[in-house]
């Protein structure tokens, strides 16, 4: 259960885009990142379209195709791939992605669980270094000539236009002002060309400068690279950002030669990932070594540049991991090298089995769930599974038990009833709890026989645990199909059918010892609740003889006296005993005890008239009482009998706090509250037939 909560806590705080798409492309569940990028709250996102309504439209059928290929087995669901998508300002973000297919047990594909990277910033990054270094080429059109000794002889039209100034400045202008020094530069042996920068206020140069023997003149041949030299700047500026980023990205980076496969440079999380020195990592006799599976590796490598499958890889110490791997060639120092970058992904494959475990498991019993079994049924409904049996259960009383003890207790019950089953039941049958207290067992090439054989030894099983004095009790029924015509749904509804009429079988002495149960608890907690309890129900049947009441109805009567506070079952043992009076906290819990009783003996038909008479014994005549304010003879007579009976055993017991009243200042009592808060009638019949003779 820990590695559960877990799972769900990395989900909802993991640092990159978690998404749950089902099998049509709608969204079951997001992360807090992914509702981050997109810009929406999670209610906002759940069960849209994902295709339609985050996908370009222009991309649409692209990534459309892509996801039912995915789940189609057309392609590779570990292999990354990246789209882009549209957040609620409009903006259009890139994402990579890597997903994992969900399967429930039989391998039915359910729906994909995509891990998503924003790699928008990144992009952007390497497509403007991309455009600097594609930087456009410019025609070197000025020429100029000079002779030997430093006079302009030639100026074509395009050295006129592009430097005007050039001939009025003569030998002082810097395209000419170091004349002599090129003119000794053409006497060494070898020489006939010459390349340098000049500088012409923003603007730069390349001078290609020949020596023109024939004509004894220099020739420079002058390139405009003005903006060649801002995008070199801006180059090695990127360059620098582009190393930074390199060595700091949080993914682990290699550089290696594609043919020796030797590792050429690493960033800071390679070393982290794999434990190993850069120094280390430079002396590796390759990049295989770094694999777990060299095979695999030595033939994914022949496919480059490609998204590569899930890999696993080994660490210094060992360790094995599985990663995944994005790789791109690129060039280095004319040579071909490889990109590879890796993603330690333990956690997210630990995440994506618990989050798949999670969807087809019930969180308390551990048993698979409805939605496994409704994916089951129509798995295991075969020819090859025939005689199939489908048994139904659940457990007897746990509504009144939940009422009654709080839901930890019935939630323990749940667990023992589970483990009665894996006990009992065959390593092939197929447990789930559908809900509530509801089971089911589905038995392949199981007949009647064999199933009623399973069922009796999960019945005394069962017989045999307890939870505080609480028998565990299981009601089954069981039906098979034995021919392939048959429906599987009639199966089912027979066996629940069958399992109703077992129950009700069993429901009345269940729920009466349930209740005896729940009393004796009570009067375990509070030995004052035991001797009121019965006292009262003693008072109500001599109350109910001088009524001329029934046989039956005088016995109702004393029951009801009797468990009157069955509801105080839920009140802390602190408050039931406390010796001083109670604060306006403990009053009210206390004053909640009639419908706490009320729900208890309402869960069982043969004590639902008792659920009503506990629920009124506190209304007034009056209308002045709880908890509905009902007044006079709108309040039961078995209610109007223990309002009076409860209140004489009150005033006449000891309580710390004060002292008891005597009979006769109990019966002044009575006589004065008779018309507010008694019932005159009853009230005179207790005075002048009852007192005097308990």
């Known amino acids: 259960m820990q590695e559960q909560n877990f799972a769900r806590q990395y989900f909802d705080v993991a640092n990159i885009m978690f998404l749950v798409l089902d099998e049509?492309?709608?969204?079951?569940?997001?992360?807090?990142?992914?509702?981050?990028?997109?810009?929406y709250e999670k209610k906002d996102i759940i069960g849209k379209d994902w295709f339609d309504t985050f996908i370009p439209k222009n991309h649409?059928?692209?990534?459309?195709?892509?996801?039912?290929?995915?789940?189609?087995?057309?392609?590779?669901?570990?292999?990354?791939?990246?789209?882009?998508?549209?957040?609620?300002?409009?903006?259009?973000?890139?994402?990579?992605?890597?997903?994992?297919?969900l399967r429930n047990d039989a391998d039915k594909i359910t729906g994909v669980l995509s891990a998503g990277n924003d790699d928008t910033e990144q992009k952007r990054a390497e497509e403007t270094i991309a455009k600097l270094a594609s930087f456009p080429s410019f025609n070197p059109n000025p020429i100029i000539e000079l002779d030997l000794d430093g006079n302009l002889t030639y100026l074509n039209p395009e050295a006129r236009q592009q430097i005007p100034d050039l001939a009025t400045l003569g030998t002082r202008h810097s395209f000419l002002?170091?004349?002599?020094?090129?003119?000794?530069?053409?006497?060494?042996?070898?020489?006939?060309?010459?390349?340098?920068?000049?500088?012409?206020?923003?603007?730069?140069?390349?001078q290609s400068i020949h020596h023109i023997q024939t004509l004894n003149v220099i020739r420079m041949y002058c390139h405009d690279i003005t903006g060649r030299k801002k995008a070199e700047n801006a180059l090695l500026e990127s360059e620098e950002k582009y190393r930074r980023l390199f060595s700091e990205i949080r993914d682990s980076l290699i550089l290696y030669d594609r043919e020796t496969k030797r590792i050429l440079d690493m960033n800071n999380a390679a070393c982290?990932?794999?434990?190993y020195t850069k120094e280390e990592m430079l002396g590796l006799k390759s990049v295989i070594e770094l694999s777990a599976e060299p095979e695999k590796s030595i033939k994914g490598m022949s496919n480059i540049p490609s998204n590569v499958p899930l890999r696993y890889h080994r660490k210094k110490d060992g360790t094995v991991f599985p990663a995944s791997l994005t790789t791109s060639v690129v060039k280095v120092n004319a040579r071909e090298a490889v990109l590879d970058a890796t993603r330690d992904i333990t956690l997210q494959k630990k995440i994506e089995e618990e989050l798949k475990y999670m969807s087809y498991h019930d969180q308390l019993t551990g048993l698979f769930n409805r939605r496994y079994f409704e994916e089951m049924i129509e798995?295991?409904?075969?020819?090859?599974?025939?005689?199939?049996?489908?048994?139904?259960?659940?457990?007897?009383?746990?509504?009144?038990?939940?009422?009654?003890?709080?839901?930890?207790?019935?939630?323990?019950?749940?667990?023992?009833?589970?483990?009665?089953?894996?006990?009992?039941?065959?390593?092939?049958?197929?447990i789930c709890r559908l809900g509530g207290d509801e089971f089911t067992i589905i038995m392949p090439q199981t007949d009647s026989d064999e199933a009623k054989i399973i069922a009796e030894k999960l019945?005394?099983?069962?017989?045999?645990?307890?939870?505080e004095n609480i028998e565990l009790s299981i009601s089954f029924g069981y039906d098979t199909k034995t021919d392939g015509k048959e429906s599987i749904a009639d199966v089912l509804a027979n066996a629940e059918n069958y399992m109703y009429r077992y129950k009700l079988y069993?429901?009345?002495?269940?729920?009466?010892?349930?209740?005896?149960?729940?009393?004796?608890?009570?009067?375990?907690?509070?030995?004052?609740?035991?001797?009121?309890?019965?006292?009262?129900?003693?008072?109500?049947?001599?109350?109910?003889?001088?009524?001329?009441?029934?046989?039956?109805?005088?016995?109702?009567?004393?029951?009801?006296?009797?468990?009157?506070?069955?509801?105080?079952?839920?009140?802390?043992?602190?408050?039931?005993?406390?010796?001083?009076?109670?604060?306006?906290?403990?009053?009210?819990?206390?004053?909640?005890?009639?419908?706490?009783?009320?729900?208890?003996?309402?869960?069982?038909?043969?004590?639902s008239e008792l659920a009503q008479i506990c629920l009124a014994h506190h209304e007034k005549w009056d209308g002045s009482g709880y908890p509905n304010g009902i007044k006079g003879e709108e309040i039961?007579?078995?209610?109007?009998?223990?309002?009076?009976?409860?209140?004489?055993?009150?005033?006449?017991?000891?309580?710390?706090?004060?002292?008891?009243?005597?009979?006769?200042?109990a019966k002044g009592e009575l006589l004065r509250c008779a018309g507010s808060q008694f019932d005159p009638r009853i009230v005179n019949v207790f005075v002048n037939h009852v007192v005097d003779a308990i």
Request: hydrophobic residues 35%; glycine residues 6%.
């Open 24 to 39: 049509k492309g709608k969204i079951y569940d997001i992360n807090s990142k992914g509702c981050e990028i997109l810009g």
């Open 272 to 275: 982290q990932l794999y434990g």
């Open 60 to 101: 649409a059928v692209e990534v459309k195709r892509v996801f039912f290929e995915i789940i189609n087995h057309e392609m590779d669901s570990s292999e990354y791939f990246e789209n882009t998508i549209i957040t609620a300002s409009g903006e259009e973000r890139i994402i990579s992605w890597h997903n994992t297919l």
């Open 506 to 607: 069993e429901r009345s002495s269940m729920r009466s010892e349930t209740i005896d149960i729940i009393m004796n608890t009570l009067f375990e907690k509070s030995n004052r609740e035991s001797m009121h309890s019965k006292r009262v129900g003693e008072i109500c049947e001599q109350i109910a003889v001088k009524l001329d009441f029934s046989g039956n109805h005088i016995n109702q009567i004393k029951i009801a006296g009797l468990v009157h506070d069955i509801g105080k079952i839920s009140i802390d043992e602190k408050i039931l005993n406390k010796p001083d009076r109670l604060n306006n906290t403990e009053w009210q819990a206390i004053k909640r005890h009639p419908e706490s009783g009320w729900r208890v003996l309402s869960s069982s038909n043969e004590f």
């Open 459 to 467: 019945k005394k099983l069962a017989a045999q645990k307890s939870i």
């Open 379 to 430: 798995q295991i409904d075969s020819k090859e599974n025939l005689p199939l049996s489908i048994m139904m259960t659940d457990i007897n009383g746990l509504k009144i038990i939940n009422d009654s003890f709080g839901h930890a207790l019935g939630d323990e019950l749940l667990k023992m009833t589970a483990a009665v089953f894996k006990e009992g039941c065959r390593s092939g049958d197929v």
């Open 636 to 665: 039961p007579i078995e209610a109007r009998i223990i309002a009076v009976a409860d209140s004489y055993d009150a005033m006449t017991s000891d309580r710390t706090y004060r002292v008891r009243m005597s009979k006769e200042e």
């Open 177 to 206: 002002a170091d004349w002599q020094k090129i003119v000794r530069q053409f006497s060494a042996p070898n020489t006939s060309i010459i390349e340098r920068e000049v500088y012409v206020g923003d603007h730069c140069y390349l």
